[in-house]
Nanobody, 125 residues
């Protein structure tokens, strides 16, 4: 499956952005999807995950209550709505997908088989 992330940009602290991850090439509903981010000089960090059906979602603690992940399997798309953005959210955001990701591994970047190209999110203070 090919993943295309979009929606990044420059926003002031407290603002919002909606990232999108468009998939092609395979039946998207068979994949669980995750978002990761990487800031300059830092390791890749888990952000959010949604199961294949969309029935279960998981978040990194620092984004809980501010970010929402959702999917539309009919449109082969996953969105990450980010509200109340903070300067520490600044990073390149990547969407990822995998077919056999068990719950205990969703926060590990190497558990995912496919990665998009990344989209830059910059939050100014």
């Amino acid at each position: 499956v090919q993943l295309q992330a979009s929606g990044g940009g420059l926003v002031q602290a407290g603002g919002s952005l909606r990232l999108s991850c468009a998939a092609s090439g395979r039946t998207f509903s068979t994949f669980s999807v995750g978002w990761f981010r990487q800031a300059p000089g830092k390791e890749c960090e888990f952000v959010a995950h949604i199961r294949r059906s969309g029935g279960s979602t998981f978040y990194e603690d620092s984004v809980k209550g501010r970010f929402t992940i959702a999917r539309d399997n009919a449109k082969n798309t996953v969105h990450l709505l980010m509200n109340n953005l903070k300067p520490e959210d600044t990073a390149v955001y990547y969407c990822t997908a995998g077919e056999r990701i068990i719950i205990t591994t969703i926060r590990r970047w190497h558990a995912y088989d496919y990665w998009g190209q990344g989209t830059q999110v910059t939050v100014s203070s």
